[in-house]
């Protein structure tokens, strides 16, 4: 059976990091939160529960604090990393479903797929979901319905082997096309996603330019 951490990105979640923490240590997985420069109680509350916490002094962005997470857990012994967000969006219970996949398939890289029940989804997030998960399965030559999921899992050979330079949401691309240039297998499973009232840190707008702009540099990359 192989050995599976948790990644949690956070900004500002003093209001959910401790349940999920907490649940996650229940299911007996060790958990690594990254505190990207919260004003709140963050990080206090994670190592409360029980967490391996890394902290920025200012915020940096969620490609940063992903990065420096799997600096940090490279350095251990696990053979692969579960991401989920700290804004209780994702369920503990999902993890599972990431498990078994992997088991199944072999797969590399697993994706949360929000779309198959997007009855409540922001609308504006349905259509910049889509238009970005199309152009990245075409990039990777790859079917992957829902690329902008944040929900993900992925084995120690991805990381060790791809080069990952952005500090923003374009990561969770950038991460995707990286490893399918390397070869590596990219699946999907389905995941309940809830949506409450909190706003989203995603700009649809500035972050759909941005990842087009990224994909253009990206292209160019050697």
């Known amino acids: ?34 505190d990207d420069g919260s004003t709140d109680n963050t990080a206090s509350i994670a190592e409360s529960q029980g967490a391996i916490v890394v902290k920025h002094k200012v915020n940096k962005g969620k490609g940063a604090s992903l990065q420096e997470g799997f600096k940090h ?6 053979d692969a990393v579960m991401i989920m967000d700290g804004d209780g969006q994702h369920k503990v219970s999902d993890i599972d479903g990431f498990l078994s996949k992997m088991e199944e398939t072999g797969a590399d890289v697993i994706i949360g797929n929000r779309m198959m029940d997007i ?56 991460l995707i096309i990286e490893a399918a240039k390397k070869g590596f297998k990219v699946e999907s499973v389905p995941i309940m996603t809830v949506y409450e009232d909190e706003k989203s840190k995603i700009n649809p707008v500035i972050d759909t330019l941005r990842f087009l702009f990224f994909l253009i540099k990206l292209s160019l990359r050697k």
């Open 1 to 34: 059976m192989s050995s599976t951490c948790v990644l949690i990105p956070s900004y500002n979640e003093a209001r959910s990091i401790g349940g999920i923490v907490r649940e996650l240590k229940e299911k007996g997985l060790d958990v690594f939160v990254v």
């Open 73 to 78: 857990i490279l350095k251990k012994n696990f």
């Open 119 to 174: 009855s409540s989804m922001p609308l504006i997030r349905i259509h910049t979901n889509r238009f970005m998960s199309n152009l990245i399965s075409i990039i990777c030559g790859q079917k992957i319905p829902d690329s902008q999921c944040g929900f993900r899992l992925i084995k120690r050979e991805v990381l060790d082997k791809i080069r990952l330079t952005s500090s923003n949401y374009e990561i969770e691309s950038e």
